[in-house]
């Protein structure tokens, strides 16, 4: 009965059915590797043309930047040079206006100081008289009390 069934595989059928397994799993990986292989060879390739294209951009876009900032820079310069001119324009006005007024301040003080100098010599002229006046009442008096004393000590009255 039991050989009505199905025959039972022997020890070499066995082997050869695994040895055949392992090929075939062979084959599959190395078909699997390859595929593999394959697909990273691609996306080297396509990263290294993103990477060129966006060398690219990046290289575009600065020099773009670069003719941006030196066309900035020469506007900034053209306007620093129009405020200095305008500056340097609105120093020599005040300037002016300054000598002006200082030349006239000066006069006017030249003025007041002779003014001042010409009071000045009329009160000394003034306090020399008043001395010389105040000098002598002072010696009349001295005299007079002078003489008082020497009427009333060496001539008595009768």
Known sequence: MSESLSPS???A??????????????????TLER?????????????????????????????KLGGESKRVEERLEGEIKRV?????????????????????????VKGVEEKVG??????TTRIDYQEFISRGAILILIGGITTGIVKYFFFPNP
């Open 9 to 11: 595989p022997n020890n």
């Open 84 to 108: 200095e001119e305008k500056l340097g324009g609105e120093i020599k006005r005040v300037e002016e206006r300054l000598g002006g007024e200082i030349k006239r301040v000066e006069t006017e």
């Open 13 to 30: 059928d066995l082997r050869d059915l695994i040895l055949a397994l392992d090929k075939k799993m062979d084959m599959q990986f190395s």
């Open 35 to 63: 595929k593999m292989d394959n697909q990273f060879a691609q996306l080297t390739l396509e990263i290294k043309q993103v990477e060129l294209k966006l060398t690219g951009e990046i290289i575009r876009v600065e020099e």
């Open 118 to 123: 010409a009071k000045l010599d009329g009160i």
